[in-house]
Structures are given as structure tokens and as C-alpha cells.
């Protein structure tokens, strides 16, 4: 069975990989990490092409069907600049789907400073619901706290209130977490928004809108014994034991231990 191919700078991409195998248990998986030239939120917009071009064409290479760009940077700042014949999609439009749906009026977006500073969301915000109060804020430790493992830490929880209570205090009804690292991060960032806020992620809203377009494409694998044969093959650009171990706290136990390639 061919399989949907997803990739990112790094491990958090597998949020979307997760999200996937709820939604589609009967597909197989490629995932790309390309730990070599992370971060990506630091790179420029022509850099960031390179790198997407790169990696679509490696996945293409390995014959999957589909490919899902689960790296918000790269969602903003290359998927109208590259070329590919599969479908592929990004996580922004879906995340901004669900936060235009659900937000009240006012919407705060949590994402690296390249995404916000993209202003993508804002624009795919306004074109579904003109009227939505925008704001985004830049959380750059998120991510080492996550791959540091910190997710609980009360370290994190200080850090996340200094981040999020500027969004609180301006009266965002929704926040969307703009970054595939950031759903780990979700039951710290509930205990500073309280219930009152809508959590929008954009890597469980990808997967859905992938799950859609699949069937729609008449691409969707629909055995009944699929799930038995589906996997989850790993690929990775530089070697590194944190990708291991961040892929085994989100996906569980690994059928194959990640395979290192060059792009």
C-alpha cells in the first residue's frame, strides 16, 4: 500500500503523524524529520522553499500518495512556492478553519516567531471571517521545553502564563496552537487559559481535513484489514537519540528504529 507521506524540520510534525493514525488507522506512514537544517523558524522564506522542495521531492521519490507539510513555518512560507504532482497539504488553513468556526471575535495564535511574523494565519483568518480580532504571539521556548521533555514543569507553566496572559487579558475567546510541537504542551496551556478558551490545534485539524480530501480523492485506503498491515516508517536527516526518544513518547513503540537519509 503506498503511504501518505508528512515531514518536518523535526520531531514535532509526529503530532500530526499521531493525529493521523487516530483518523486513518488503515494508512500506512512516511515521516521525514530534517533534523540536519533545524530550525526552521529561523531560516529565510527562500531557505525554507529550498528545504520543502527538498523534502516533497524525497518523499515523491519513496512513492507515497499524499504529503502533508506539518511544519507551520513551512505551511506559511513555501506551500505556494513549490511544485509537486501528489496532493499535498499544509496545517495552517485547517487550523484557521476551526478557529474561524468556533471563535466568538477574537482569536490568538501561538506559533514561532517566522510564523507569526508571516502573518498567515491572519490572512487565512481574514479571508474566511474578515471581522475576527487577530493577534499573534511568539512563544520561541516552547519548543526546547517540549524536546527537553519539560512538558509538566513548573518551569513551563510560569512561562506559559507570561506568554499567554497579554492574549487573556485582551479577551481572546479562542487560541490557536500554531506549531506541531505545541498540542504536547496543551494540558499546561489549559491550566492557564482555564476552560473558557477554545483550544484550536492545528496538527488534530490537519488530519482531519487529510482524512477528508482522501476519501474525497478516492485515495483512502478502505479495507477492513488495513490496519493490521499499516506502519509507521521514520526518516530522519541527522542522526540524534532525542529524535528516538520524542518519537517513542508520542507514537509509542517503534515497528523499525528511524532510518537516517540525506536530502
Not at 537544517?37 to 500518495?65: C, E, H, I, M, W
Not at 506568554?163 to 479562542?174: C, I, K
Not at 482555564?194 to 474525497?216: K, N, P, T
Not at 515497528?255 to 536530502?263: G, I, K
Request: overall charge negative.
Amino acid at each position: 500500500m503506498s503511504s501518505i507521506g508528512v515531514f518536518d524540520s523535526g520531531v514535532g510534525g509526529l503530532t500530526v503523524v499521531a493525529a493521523l493514525r487516530r483518523r486513518l488507522p488503515g494508512e500506512s506512514i512516511l515521516y521525514l524529520g530534517d533534523t540536519a537544517r533545524l530550525p526552521y523558524g529561523t531560516k529565510s522564506a527562500d531557505t525554507v522553499v529550498r528545504y520543502t522542495q527538498r523534502n516533497l521531492a524525497f518523499l515523491a521519490s519513496r512513492g507515497v500518495k499524499a504529503i502533508v507539510v506539518a511544519c507551520n513555518t513551512a505551511s506559511a512560507l513555501a506551500l505556494d512556492r513549490v511544485e509537486t504532482s501528489l496532493p499535498v497539504w499544509g496545517v495552517i488553513e485547517p487550523g484557521a478553519q476551526e478557529a474561524a468556526r468556533v471563535s466568538s471575535g477574537s482569536v490568538g495564535i501561538l506559533a514561532t516567531e517566522t510564523t507569526i511574523r508571516s502573518g498567515a494565519y491572519p490572512r487565512a483568518l481574514s479571508r474566511i471571517r474578515p471581522e475576527l480580532e487577530v493577534q499573534g504571539k511568539a512563544c520561541p521556548l516552547f519548543v526546547p521545553l517540549v524536546e527537553e521533555g519539560w512538558e509538566d514543569d513548573p518551569v513551563t507553566f510560569e512561562i506559559a502564563r507570561r506568554y499567554l496572559d497579554p492574549l487573556l487579558e485582551s479577551g481572546v475567546d479562542t487560541m490557536v496552537l500554531g506549531c506541531t510541537h505545541y498540542p504536547l504542551l496543551e494540558p499546561t496551556i489549559r491550566r492557564v487559559t482555564g476552560s473558557r478558551i477554545q483550544l484550536v490545534s492545528s496538527a488534530e485539524e490537519a488530519a482531519a481535513h487529510v482524512a477528508e480530501d482522501l476519501a474525497r480523492l478516492g485515495l483512502r485506503e478502505n479495507s477492513t484489514d488495513a490496519a493490521g498491515e499499516a506502519r509507521v516508517d521514520l526518516c530522519m536527516t541527522d542522526s540524534a537519540s532525542r529524535f528516538e526518544s520524542m518519537a517513542r513518547r508520542i507514537l509509542g513503540e517503534l515497528e523499525t528504529p528511524p532510518e537516517h537519509v540525506n536530502v
